[in-house]
């Protein structure tokens, strides 16, 4: 099974060595996203301390990476949120449910779990994705 890798100007500057998103036969596994602002390494003044701001910025982040990719958020089977105190969840679960408006039953299996810091004090949430490409002739 080939591997490949996406690397793109429209999510965060990637400052050491991963990439946004690997490839392998008809699944995409993305990499963390933050709420960094693409191409940039820092987010935007009005998401500090803000769980919704960041929520939203780390999702539009990730729907650049599936569209480079070849996916959608439809394609999507699991995620894994990072949240650095389990007093955001609520607000990064209403932004999540914006992006994810299937009825539960159709929406992808997800984890979410409170860690004691992320890679920089200012990100509050971090989101990682599997999808699989529904167009693959691997599948």
């Known amino acids: 099974m080939k591997k490949e890798t996406v690397f793109i100007d429209e999510a965060p500057k990637v400052l050491t060595k991963y990439s946004h998103a690997a490839l392998a036969g008809p699944f995409v596994f993305t990499s963390g996203q933050t709420a960094m602002l693409p191409g ?32 959608s958020f439809e394609d999507v089977l699991f995620v894994k ?19 994810f408006p299937e009825p539960a039953s159709q929406c992808p299996a997800r984890t979410c779990v409170a860690v004691k810091e992320l890679a920089r004090p200012d990100l509050l949430v971090e989101i990682e994705m599997i999808a699989v490409k529904q167009n693959s002739k691997e599948i």
């Open 81 to 99: 949120i990072y949240i650095t105190d389990m007093i955001y969840y609520k607000g990064m679960n209403k932004v999540y449910e914006a992006y």
């Open 40 to 71: 940039k390494t820092e987010i935007a003044p009005e998401s500090e301390e803000n769980i919704a701001n960041q929520t939203k910025q780390t999702l539009e982040n990730l729907k650049a990476v599936l569209k480079a990719a070849g996916c």
